[in-house]
């Protein structure tokens, strides 16, 4: 028994440092967060961190890869196994997404990427690559199922793809900016989505045949 905890300890040393860079960002923001501070959050020397992540660039893409990433196969699992109307599985990957909104943490990371992408561009660009424009791939990828089954009628898929997020980044703005400072400012998450969703699939419509 003696002889297994150390290795235990080692595996899951990696998770508790990224739990402890999560906290951080979302406590003090990218910039002002750093590496031994995050070290010492998880009870670590700053050594055993830089053992597992070189940068905060690193932490923040392992943070991306373990957080986010696997939402988005799920999501893309699901896409790739529905056999219903294009409209419901615009419903549906709707209120996916709308969940992963209500969960604070989740969002702290593209929060940093709206908040400190001026000053750190490869943090962006690497938030592009990895999650924005695969997200953006799989929307326009359901418009264009749409399309070609003649639900929609015919536009832009990327377009249009970048319209049905568009709503996203502004929760995302609003959960963590806006309703930390007052309770009042709270909204609805589902209800602002469904509606917004319930406009676009008025617009996209097929148009009927005379």
């Known amino acids: 028994m003696p002889d297994r905890l150390p290795r235990r300890r080692k595996e899951t040393r990696p998770a508790e440092l990224l739990e402890a860079a999560l906290d951080l960002f979302a406590e003090k ?29 690193a932490v923040f893409e392992a943070l991306v890869h373990s957080a986010l990433l696997p939402n988005m196969e799920r999501l893309e699992a699901v896409v790739a196994g529905y056999e219903g109307s294009t409209p419901e599985l615009l419903r549906t990957t709707l209120r996916i997404l709308a969940r ?43 418009l264009e199922r749409g399309m070609a089954r003649g639900e929609f009628r015919r536009q832009n898929p990327v377009l249009v793809a970048r319209l049905f997020v568009a709503p996203f980044l502004m929760m995302v703005m609003w959960r963590t900016t806006f309703e930390p400072l007052d309770e009042s400012f709270a909204i609805d998450t589902t209800r602002h989505l469904e509606t917004h969703l319930d406009i676009l699939l008025r617009g996209l419509a097929a148009e009927e045949t005379p």
């Open 29 to 57: 923001g990218f910039a002002a967060t750093r590496m031994e501070d995050i070290a010492a959050r998880a009870g670590a020397s700053k050594g055993t961190l830089y053992l597992y992540f070189p940068s905060k660039q």
């Open 100 to 142: 992963l909104l209500e969960n604070r943490r989740l969002i702290v990371l593209p929060k940093l990427v709206l908040a400190e992408a001026a000053n750190f561009p490869d943090l962006a660009r690497f938030h592009k690559r990895a999650v924005v424009d695969r997200g953006l791939g799989l929307i326009a990828s359901i």
